[in-house]
């Protein structure tokens, strides 16, 4: 039964309903989680709820070879040689597994992977900010830079994809993932990147929530209010019980200075921001137990560096808050 019913999953690609008897929740898979540097492993993820069958793509700085690397570990287990067929596993999930994209920003290494593997896609929506649907449209889908496999902008429009710029702060319906979603702007040293905050509705059930954040800064060195008003919300997401988790990044270990960041932060940073959220959750030991995965982290190139340790030491030596920090490796999967 459960097999026959991937197989037509797969198969049809299109109009899946739930999947029957599903408990609630989210399921998050990184195919990538690095902030730069290596091309095989830029920051994606994709999140599905436990009800549906299909997932959004967070970010796709590096696609297809974060599929394999998660086919390898096991964290596809609906698809096999046989149900792919006559696609290949990565394909599959590529192709019909994989509903549609939201894009935090247009920096290369939040959509390098999917530009580089549009020519294979089916149909899919994008979503965006609208600078980051602009950039898209006018800088890479233009046939300069890459055809214009859009449905807008210059020259003949191939159309796989279907830009979609959502107004700020409005809910809309994120395609056949059966989620939807609310855009907030985050400042990333002058260039507008965003949070995604992820709903799953369902009639007469509570919501479930899951925010995922593009790159950004702490307020204090981006001089901006953008991360105290994404606190707010998701400090009532808090005290309704409905966040389920959130992806932040941390791209330097402590030390940089203010002007190395580019709009970004450090565990030093990220535990301040974290403070101010648990101050509109509900005060001291709000945030215990929330679920916060860190990406982004830059790789080093110097003998005997590793930042990744680094970061994840200072998170937890100053984690006072009592979060469950998480470190995804590509590849790996987690339930929220
Ligand atoms: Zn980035
Ligand atoms: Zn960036």
Redesign the pocket.
């Known amino acids: 039964m459960a097999k026959a019913f991937w197989k037509a999953a797969l198969l049809l690609g299109a109009g899946l309903g739930a999947v029957p008897g599903a408990s609630a929740g989210f399921k998050v898979i990184a195919l990538g989680v690095n902030g730069g540097v290596e091309e095989g492993n830029l920051t994606s993820y994709l999140i599905r709820s436990d009800s549906q069958t299909r997932y959004l793509a967070l970010d796709a700085g590096s696609v297809l070879p974060g599929i394999s690397k998660a086919l390898e570990k096991g964290s596809f287990p609906e698809v096999t040689v046989q149900n792919a067929a006559p696609l290949t596993p990565q394909g599959a999930v590529f192709r019909n597994l994989i509903s549609g994209y939201f894009i935090s920003?247009a920096?290369l290494?939040?959509l390098a992977g999917l530009i580089i593997a549009s020519p294979q896609d089916t149909k899919k929506p994008i979503y965006g900010s609208a600078d980051t649907i602009d950039t898209l449209r006018q800088h890479y889908f233009n046939w300069r830079v890459w055809p214009n496999f859009s449905d807008s902008g210059s020259g003949q429009r191939l159309g796989t994809y279907r830009l979609n710029a959502p107004r700020p702060g409005q809910r809309f319906s994120l395609g056949l993932s059966g989620l939807d979603g609310v855009i907030y702007p985050l400042s990333?040293g002058g260039?507008t990147?965003s949070m995604l905050l992820v709903s799953s509705a369902k009639e007469n059930q509570q919501l479930e929530s899951f925010a995922y954040f593009g790159?950004t800064g702490a307020d204090k060195q981006e001089k901006s209010r953008d991360l105290n008003a994404a606190w707010r919300v998701l400090g009532d997401e808090i005290k309704q019980q409905r966040l389920k988790g959130m992806i932040i990044e941390t791209s330097y270990a402590n030390g940089m200075s203010d002007s190395q960041l580019f709009g970004h932060l450090t565990p030093a940073l990220l535990l301040g921001e974290l403070k101010n959220l648990e101050q509109v959750a509900g005060g001291a030991g709000s945030l215990k137990g929330l679920k916060v995965v860190i990406s982004h982290m830059k790789p080093s190139l110097t003998a005997g560096d590793d930042p990744r340790a680094k970061i994840i030491r200072q998170l937890e030596q100053g984690n006072s808050l009592g979060v469950n920090f998480i470190f995804m490796q590509q590849g790996d999967s987690q339930d929220f």
């Open positions: 920003h920096h290494d939040h990333h260039v990147s790159d």
